[in-house]
């Protein structure tokens, strides 16, 4: 916990920052979700056949993953892209159920005898609804805001993998980095907020139960109303107060973050423009649709990557013919490759040290005659890739005793040094491979495409900040293999901070 407290302490500015994000987030989105469910459940209530496809609507919003329905959002106009926009849709997406669900059941839930007593004494139906029914049913409605209000909070932090900020950011940064006390540093405020949102809630229907409450309606629906207009008010003057001029993406392990870090402090110092970060935003597909859609300006993408997943070409192991192939493509739909930064961080192959040196393992075929007594894992992309696990075990013949587990690239190299799996899939340039002691299988059969690391940017970016161009070519060539290794050695296995690295590194260009 003192390693916790240190973080906060030492990063007081950017947490700070990251809280308030995650508060405007969760209160917008609930009191949005509030203005809509209320009025759709008192519809529903008085109407049910009209109002139980829309019940039935909300419910299948439930069941689909947060992931999924970000996924979804993303190529969406509008509504979609990354950031905060499209996760303030999917919050309330999900908040509408339980308060749809409560003010049903509050209104419902009034004895009829109660109704027919009001009707006799003359009252119309608007007054019915706002002096019998709405009082007596505030109470049930306070409690579905309160539940959808608890599920933000949680739901909130996995926005953080579409770049909309917030304490998520902690969770996926510390996830890429092996991290733990990252990781707390995230997850202990969120769960502090769900408490304290909870009680709050908690409190204010007690408050609502009480007799005197239950004849101020209109009071309660005017707070309501108040509470949406500052929830709101408040997030647009967030927005307002951060303006920039370049925003740079990163995927979500972490050397992306370090790169992404990288241009973003490189553009700062050779420009004086203002950079966005947008980092962590999850696999290839996420970035590429980012760049496309403007929400970022530029990130650093692998030249094999963008050759068979971005544009589905067929392989080619020549290094400057994929380069020419790859730009050109980039070229046809907007955007700009700029020169690469050194190093080709292929796919590396890896088995524990200890194994290679007894069993005398240097290649991909000296592990074939093993691999139908070990057990694989591999991170989501490879899986899937073409140029991944499908082709790589027929290249290789490469047959294991279950199927390859799915698990997450950071993790995946602890899983392989604690024995849970005994080859996996990483990055070349990883710097946990020496300090955890992997030994890299040679790729004898040069199956893998070169993936040589360089910046992909939107052109119409660099036609209004020429400077930004400068700044990002300077970079051509200046990263080897070594120095990135040591960077991602200095952020997984010293747990050093990545802005602080790239400072270091930059310091010495």
């Known amino acids: 916990m003192t390693g916790v407290i240190q973080f906060w302490m030492s990063h007081s500015g950017e947490f700070a920052a990251r809280l308030g994000q995650h508060v405007v987030l969760v209160a917008v989105a609930t009191c949005v979700s509030a203005a809509i469910g209320v009025p759709l459940g008192i519809f529903s209530a008085h109407r049910p056949r009209l109002g139980a496809p829309l019940v039935a609507a909300a419910n299948i919003v439930q069941t689909i993953p947060s992931l999924a329905m970000f996924g979804f959002l993303l190529p969406v106009p509008i509504l979609g892209g990354v950031g905060a926009r499209a996760a303030l849709v999917v919050l309330v997406l999900y908040g509408l159920l339980p308060i749809l669900r409560t003010t049903i059941a509050g209104i419902n839930g009034i004895d009829r005898a109660i109704r027919e007593a009001a009707i006799g004494l003359g009252m119309t139906p608007r007054d019915l609804l706002w002096q019998v029914e709405l009082p007596l049913a505030l109470p049930s409605i306070v409690a579905g805001i309160r539940i959808a209000a608890v599920v933000s909070v949680g739901s ?24 733990s006390t990252v990781i707390l540093a995230g997850a202990i405020p969120a769960a502090l907020l769900a408490l304290v949102v909870d009680a709050g809630l908690w409190l204010a229907e007690r408050q609502f139960s009480r007799r005197r409450r239950q004849q101020r309606p209109l009071a309660a629906v005017a707070l309501l109303l108040v509470a949406v207009a500052a929830t709101v008010s408040a997030g647009a003057a967030l927005a307002a107060g951060i303006t920039t001029d370049i925003v740079v993406g990163s995927k979500n392990f972490t050397e992306q973050v370090i790169l992404g870090e990288l241009l973003a402090q490189k553009i700062e110092r050779d ?43 067929p392989i080619d192991k020549e290094s400057r013919r994929v380069f020419e192939t790859v730009r050109e493509l ?16 292929t796919f590396a192959i890896l088995v524990r040290g200890r194994d290679a040196r007894e069993q005398g393992l240097k290649t991909l075929d000296d592990a074939a005659r093993l691999t139908p007594g070990w057990k694989a894992g591999f991170g989501y992309e490879f899986l899937e890739r073409p140029d991944g696990y499908p082709g790589l075990s027929t290249a290789y013949n490469l047959r294991f005793s279950r199927a390859p587990s799915v698990m997450d690239l950071s993790l995946s190299y602890r899983a392989l040094a604690s024995g849970q799996v005994d080859l996996i899939a990483g990055d ?73 690295v790239v400072r270091r590194f930059l310091s010495t260009r």
């Open 428 to 500: 070349a340039t990883a710097g946990l491979i020496k300090s955890l002691d992997l030994f890299r299988l040679e790729d004898n059969r040069h199956y893998f495409p070169p993936y040589d690391a360089a910046p992909v940017a939107r052109a119409a970016m660099l036609l209004r900040y020429p400077a930004v161009r400068r700044a990002l070519e300077a970079l051509g060539g200046q990263i080897s293999a070594d120095d990135m290794q040591s960077m991602n050695d200095a952020v997984d296995a010293r747990h050093q901070d990545p802005a602080e």
């Open 271 to 313: 420009t004086g423009l203002t950079v966005g970060r947008r980092l962590n935003l999850g696999g290839t597909l996420i970035c590429e649709r980012a760049l496309a859609m403007g929400d970022i300006d530029v990130y650093v993408e692998y030249t094999g990557t963008s050759l068979t997943a971005v544009f589905h070409q």
């Open 330 to 345: 980039y070229a046809q739909t907007g955007r700009t490759l700029l020169p690469p930064l050194g190093f080709n961080n």
């Open 156 to 179: 909130a932090t996995i926005a953080a993998a579409i770049g909309a900020g917030g304490l998520g950011e902690y969770i996926y940064r510390g996830l890429s980095m092996v991290d």
